[in-house]
Structures are given as C-alpha cells and as structure tokens.
C-alpha cells in the first residue's frame, strides 16, 4: 500500500489530494477570489489565503478519501516554480507533517507535475511523449522521456499563454482571471473578424507580447469611433483573440512533432482548459495521425492530484528529501 498526501501552494489555490497506490481518491480546492478585484493574484494576500486554507483542506481531502491521518505514507509537496510566499505555506506543512508522523518527505516540481496529470486516468501516453505546457506563468514544450526526465525543447520568450489570454481580457475590460471568459465568449463569435499578427520566430519558442500590443491598439483606434465597440463586437474580438493564440500554440506544436517524430501528443496547464484549444488540437491530432492527450478540467488547472500522483512515481522510487528542502520559486525543468 501506498497512501499519498499531495500538497499545491504554488499560486493562488491551496490543494490537497490522497492518491492510494496510483489511484486519487480526493482532490480538493480552495480558489481564493479575494484576487479578482485587484485585477491578478497579489502575492501577500495569497500566501495569507493559503494559511487559513491549508488545514481544512486537507482535512476535507483525508475524509473524503476515507482514510485517517495515520494511514499517510508519504507527503508531496509543490516545491517550485511559484510564488516564494505561498509556497512557503505548502512546503512547512508538508515538512510539520512528515516531521510529526515520521514519514518521508517528497518535493515536486509544479511544472513537471502538470505534465504528470496525464498519469492519473487512462489511456496513459507512452514514452517519449510530447506535451505543450501552457499556464498563467509558463509555456513550454517538454519531451517527455520519462516521470522524471523532461526536455525543455521550446518555451516563451515573453508572456505565457495564459497571461496572453488574461492580459488582452484586461484590455477588453473583462476581470480577472480573463481566460475562461474569452472561451466563454468566443463560442458565438466570429474568429476571422480581426486579423491579428503571428510572430515569426524560427525555433521551437513562442511569442505573444505583439499581439497584446495589436489588440490594445485595435480596441483604442475603434473606442475612439464609437464608445460602445466592446459591448457591441466583444464575441468577435474574443474569438479572434482565442483563435490567434490557439494557432501560435499549435503551429510550434507541430514543428516540435515533425522535428522529433513523436506521435504521442499531450497539453497540460490552465491554457489546457480552453475549448478552442482543444477542439483544434483534436482536430490536429485526426490530420496528423497523433495520440492526442487531453487532461480532465479538473487536472488542467492547479490541482494537488497531479502533485500526488507525481508523489506516488517518485515514492515508488524511493527517491525523499529531508526536513532542510526549502521552496524554489525557479526551477529549471
Ligand atoms: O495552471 P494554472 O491554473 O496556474 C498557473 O500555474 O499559472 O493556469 C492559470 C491560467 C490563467 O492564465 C487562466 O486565465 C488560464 O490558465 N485559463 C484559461 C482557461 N482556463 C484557465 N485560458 C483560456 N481558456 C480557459 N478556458
Ligand atoms: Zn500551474
């Protein structure tokens, strides 16, 4: 037997998850919205937040997996990338914990967990597989060779998708987080209203920092026409705006999968969550002959489960650390 307690602190959700011999059995999450009026996570506020959630949190995640604190073998924690604050309050509780019931300690990177959420439900991809990672502070595509051996082939050079997704919802004067909301209304809209740039970069990275220099331009030169342009082409801009950033992603995507011969094809990450996006990389997917794997909403965002899960690979390994880890808020892959 083997009873895993996840820990994810990394940002602005405190989660806890029990993954009993590779299966999860809970997976709880406290979002903090105390963000939203501030227009982003303020980092104070967050870690503040994470220490009134933990302990509910993970007692909701013990009871609902049915166990007792007693059963836990091991605790995974988030160690990086992310907020030094807030993982700060994962990482202590995690170390209280094992401390207090003398068990191992197993640090996690988030960004490699991410990938690791495609471990937790079948059908599994095989090894090597591609994944495009794409969250609020990271895009990156990863050749997977293995649990714990990640290649960092490609990744942004400015913004990260999902801060290209929540930085043009700003300027079309949607809150925060946008990212969600352009899916919601690009589903009626028409994405080949407003012709957006794509930058050209030769290698396998990314860039979205011009097109959020577009849109800032196009909405102030059509504001100045007539006040009510966003109410009135809000579903167009959108999907034009959803459709733009789903085709930079994709594009490279491609690249990397004819540059590696790689056929097994999987995204992770909030972005991960965005319908056009999916919608498209299975259309991809058909085209090209891939395996296309497409975590569930739930392991898309951050999550604790995939923390677990994560945890579960490396207990099997017996690979722990001792009570002197401390949070990186970098890590490289
Ligand atoms: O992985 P994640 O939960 O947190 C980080 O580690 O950053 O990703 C959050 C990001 C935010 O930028 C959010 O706007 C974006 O994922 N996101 C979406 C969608 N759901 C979440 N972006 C576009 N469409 C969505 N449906
Ligand atoms: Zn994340």
């Known amino acids: 037997m083997a009873v895993i307690l996840g820990i994810e602190s990394s940002c602005d959700e405190t989660s806890a998850s029990i993954c009993i011999n590779g299966e999860i059995k809970s997976n709880i999450i406290a979002t903090q919205a105390i963000h939203a009026k501030y227009g982003g996570v303020v980092p104070e506020l967050a870690s503040r937040a994470h220490q009134q959630n933990i302990i509910p949190t993970v007692d909701q995640a013990i009871q609902q997996a049915k166990i007792t604190k007693n059963d836990v073998d091991a605790v995974a924690f988030t160690r990086g990338p992310g907020l030094l604050g807030s993982l700060l309050v994962g990482t202590s509780f995690a170390k209280s914990f094992a401390l207090a019931r003398n068990i191992p300690l197993i640090d996690i990177n988030h960004m490699q967990a991410h990938i690791l959420a495609h471990f937790i439900d079948d059908p599994k991809p095989n090894f090597p597989f591609l994944c495009l990672t794409v969250s609020g502070g990271h895009t990156q595509i990863v050749l997977v060779k293995d649990y714990f051996d990640m290649e960092l082939i490609g990744q942004t050079l400015d913004d990260a998708a999902g801060e290209a997704f929540d930085k043009t919802a700003k300027i079309l004067n949607l809150p925060y987080p946008g990212g969600p909301l352009i899916d919601k209304y690009a589903k009626d809209g028409n994405p080949n209203a407003y012709k957006l740039p794509e930058p050209q970069i030769a290698d396998l990275n990314f860039s979205f920092s011009g097109l959020k220099t577009a849109i800032l331009y196009l909405v102030q030169a059509e504001v100045k026409k007539n006040p009510n342009f966003l109410d009135e082409h809000m ?14 992603l994709l594009n490279k995507l491609k690249k990397a999968a004819k540059q590696t011969g790689v056929r097994d094809i999987a995204i992770a990450g909030g972005v991960s969550a965005n319908s056009g996006l999916r919608k498209s990389l299975l259309e991809m997917g058909d085209n090209y002959n891939w395996r296309v794997f497409i975590p569930k909403f739930e392991y898309c965002t951050d999550n604790a ?29």
């Open 305 to 333: 489960a995939m923390i677990a899960i994560a945890g579960y690979h490396k207990f099997l390994k017996g690979e722990f650390v001792d009570q002197e880890v401390a949070p990186l808020a970098r890590i490289p892959m």
């Open 235 to 248: 579903h167009d801009l959108c999907a034009s705006v959803q459709d733009r950033i789903v085709t930079i």
